[in-house]
């Protein structure tokens, strides 16, 4: 077994999974430059290949980096500089990548956030980040109208979902979508991309300040360990080591190849893997802003990516499909499920799904979580074995600890998983208990990030993941922490106790399901709708629990704790309140 000294530390780690690296692997390099840098250097190797395709556009470097540059001058003429926070609140579109790199070029940060989050979810986000500018899309204009003016923000730049399209399907566009939504008024508080674009036009770009790899790029979110939503600062060096990583691996992927970004770009592992890393790589990535599981096959008939990354529901919804005849797919040459363990017979289902469809990818899985921006291990062609969530990327060390004592544990003992690398957060933002609680100095002299997942090592390096300490739920790929929820029913005044579980989905995989102890005096319908309702305001879209039951009290162990096995056995079980 080779161990190296990682960081010119004294005290090493041993790396069971070295062998299906190279020494130079092994010992990656990570330039000092920014990802606007990387991005830019791929538009001067390949300008004229596509970086981004979008609703039938497309977008070629050349083009891709003009129009980085241009908004760049935009922000900078908005007042934004190194260190300023810019809100980002956008489906997969063109303009929220042109944003996050023109802002990464001034040594501004991205603030990523879910464009289906509640008002009350928007507002704390603007104000914990102190975001000086919030881009949005325009047909969300209602969720802000209440709380923009009690935040920082300074201009509102609102994105169509139009805007990228070519002339002819932006006004079918507005004809057809326009009128749903609700316009936002004419006011200096608020601007439109076109606008704020053209703002641009005939202003030299100054901008000759480089940043480095230490420079923070991106906020992600997460609950973490503890299940509060958190801030996770994320540098420069981490997408710009992710690209190198997912190149080492994934070894067939070629300049002109493409990555269906079907995960949002709020989340690390669609902002990082599938978007990012393909631009580092000369390759083009197609933004799909609405999925539509039942026309999946559709979507790859006309996109025709060569590599696809996404939770396990959306393979089984590929499997189901039967929209196309003759349906090819010997262009596919990888497919990689994050998110949650997918089971072996689906598994076995996705990879005769391939092979009857002429094509010679194998589904695998990968692990990771957003304080390490989304990718930690990977499965790759030869290097896979069935069940598990790969080995280590190259400059990524993992050791499976007892919880408890933060002592290793020996191979095939179950623990909790902790990661070491370069490509690790900084923290989490303005929070410093909770990143030491993440980050923690251990015996060894390094550094580890404690992820709360549980799993165990085999003598070849390959990780299996087995659960979550931490109470999370996990709903179509997305990580849904009970304690938020309970926190928020819990606010409101009819409520006296609040326990949320995860109950099975037949599609989504699971979903939240509360238990409701009402305070004295307050029952019946009406203040069961108003719950509801409070939820739908209070909480982003697919946080919202699924089934509301309620309890005169709830069980209790010997301990005088919730009793969630209980709970989870009264699965379909009506009110008794």
């Not at 790199?101 to 989050?117: D, E, F, R, T, V």
Request: charged share 25%.
């Amino acid at each position: 077994m080779k161990i190296f000294d990682i960081f010119g530390r004294k005290k090493s780690i041993p790396m069971p999974w070295a062998k299906y690296y190279t020494d130079d692997e092994l010992n990656i390099k990570i330039p000092n430059i920014s990802i606007y840098e990387q991005v830019r250097l791929s538009s001067e190797r390949y300008p004229n290949y596509i970086a981004i395709k979008y609703m039938g556009k497309k977008i070629t470097y050349k083009k891709f980096i003009q129009l980085i540059n241009r908004a760049s001058v935009s922000f900078k003429k908005l007042g934004i500089k190194k260190g300023d926070i810019v809100t980002i609140c956008l489906p997969n579109m063109p303009e929220a990548l042109i944003s996050l790199y023109a802002l990464n070029k001034l040594g501004a940060i991205a603030n990523m956030l879910h464009p289906l989050s509640a008002e009350e979810e928007i507002k704390q986000s603007l104000i914990k980040t102190r975001s000086k500018l919030l881009v949005l899309v325009d047909m969300f204009y209602d969720k802000i109208e209440n709380i923009i003016r009690s935040t920082k923000v300074k201009k509102v730049i609102f994105v169509s979902p139009a805007d990228s399209l070519n002339i002819i399907l932006r006004i079918g566009y507005k004809f057809k979508e326009g009128k749903k939504y609700k316009k936002y008024p004419h006011d200096k508080l608020f601007i439109g991309w076109r606008m704020f674009l053209y703002s641009s036009l005939f202003q030299k770009d100054y901008s000759k300040r480089k940043f480095g790899k230490d420079t923070p790029a991106v906020i992600l979110h997460s609950g973490g360990t503890s299940g509060k939503p958190k801030n996770v600062v994320i540098q420069n060096k981490s997408f710009i080591l992710a690209a190198k990583q997912e190149s080492i691996m994934m070894k067939r992927l070629r300049a002109g190849d493409c990555c269906l970004a079907i995960m949002p770009n709020f989340h690390g592992f669609g902002l990082s893997v599938l978007m990012h890393t393909p631009l580092a790589l000369g390759c083009y990535t197609i933004l799909v802003p609405k999925f539509d599981a039942k026309k999946f096959d559709t979507l790859f008939k006309q996109t025709r990516p060569t590599c696809v990354l996404g939770v396990p529901t959306l393979y089984e919804a590929l499997s189901n499909c039967n929209n196309e005849k003759d349906f090819d797919l010997s262009y596919l040459k990888y497919a990689v499920s994050g998110g949650d363990i997918i089971p072996k017979n689906l598994e076995d289902k996705i990879n005769n799904y391939f092979k009857e469809h002429n094509s010679d990818a194998i589904i695998t899985q990968g692990y990771g979580l957003s304080e390490a921006l989304a990718a930690v291990t990977l499965a790759c062609d030869d290097v896979n074995k069935s069940g598990s969530v790969g080995i280590p990327l190259a400059g990524n060390y993992i050791k499976i600890i007892d919880p408890s004592t933060e002592e290793s544990l020996p191979f095939f003992e179950v623990g909790e998983i902790v990661v070491n690398g370069p490509g690790i957060m900084m923290g989490y933002l303005n929070d410093e208990n909770e990143t030491n609680t993440a980050l923690r100095m251990h015996k060894d002299g390094h550094v580890w990030l404690h992820t709360g997942d549980l799993g165990y090592m085999d003598n070849d390096g390959f990780i299996f993941y087995k659960g979550r300490q931490k109470r999370m739920i996990i709903t179509s790929g997305y990580n849904v922490f009970p304690s938020h929820i309970e926190e928020v029913i819990e606010s409101h005044p009819a409520v006296l106790q609040c326990t949320v579980i995860g109950i099975p989905h037949p599609y989504k995989q699971e979903v939240a399901k509360a238990f409701i102890v009402l305070k004295e005096g307050f029952h019946g319908l009406f203040i069961k709708n108003e719950i509801k309702s409070y939820c739908k305001k209070n909480l982003a879209k697919y946080m919202v629990p699924q089934e509301f039951v309620y309890r005169k009290q709830l069980p209790k162990t010997k301990l005088g704790k919730v009793d969630f096995q209980k709970l989870k056995s009264d699965i379909g079980a009506d009110d008794d309140e």
